[in-house]
């Protein structure tokens, strides 16, 4: 008999397993939940990307705010029928924003409906001042 065969084992069943405990617990979050926060998660490392961040505003890379941003538009674009106006509406506007925001931050301009996330949401303009 070696060392290895006289330690005790430890019953399986005494220690939960964290995996099971983690799907236990993400299988209780409604899928809203899920899909409005991974859409902030993409905002908000969009808005980093493009400069808008208050402690690292010098901070800009558009080809990173880009990508994010189709994500994002992708994203709500394929769960809006899942979250309901109720949930969507001001993600869509915090995805206006972004595309707003890139544009003003591009040194060249997209034509109108190649910006990003412009595939899905259409062409993105300014509201008109007034």
């Known amino acids: 008999m070696t060392d290895a065969d ?11 397993d964290p995996l099971a405990t983690a799907s236990r617990d993400i299988a209780e979050v409604p899928a809203v939940e899920i899909i409005s926060t991974a859409a902030l998660h993409l905002m908000s490392a969009a808005a980093v990307n493009l400069g808008l961040a ?7 890379d558009l080809d990173e705010a880009r990508s994010l ?6 994203l709500l674009d394929a769960a809006a029928p899942s979250l309901g106006h109720h949930h969507a509406a001001p993600l869509r506007d915090g995805l206006r924003s972004l ?15 190649q910006g990003p996330g412009e595939k899905y949401t259409g062409a993105v303009y300014p509201s008109p001042t007034k």
């Not at 006289?6 to 939960?16: F, G, I, K, Q």
């Not at 941003?69 to 992708?74: E, K, R, V």
């Not at 595309?99 to 409906?113: M, V, Y």
Request: charged share 25%; net charge negative; aromatic share 2%.
């Open 6 to 16: 006289a330690t005790p084992h430890l019953n399986d069943t005494a220690r939960p």
């Open 69 to 74: 941003i189709d994500s994002l538009a992708g």
């Open 99 to 113: 595309q707003l925001a890139f544009r003003e931050a591009s040194s060249i301009q997209d034509e109108p409906g």
């Open 54 to 60: 208050a402690d690292l505003p010098e901070h800009k």
